[in-house]
């Protein structure tokens, strides 16, 4: 009985580790992402040649952080 329960244990923490290990792939991807916005913001902030209305667009056009849910 105790082999059992210790089996069901087992393959009940192996589902936990294999949902978080693609959670945090979820979080490294959607941090990849705000980090790649936030290069380009401070790219725009700090290059005084920069045609300001340009990269707004450009970043309008870039998938949002809501594009892609993290549950």
Sequence with gaps: MFKRWLKHKEKLAEAL???????????AA??????????????????KGADLSDEIERLR????PNAHPIN
Excluded: F, K, W
Excluded at 30 to 47: G, N
Excluded at 61 to 64: A, N, R, T
């Design 17 to 27: 580790n294999h949902e978080t290990a693609e959670r945090a792939a979820q979080y």
């Design 30 to 47: 959607h941090t990849e992402r705000l980090e790649q916005r936030v290069r380009v913001l401070e790219r725009i902030a700090t290059d």
């Design 61 to 64: 056009e870039l998938p949002g």
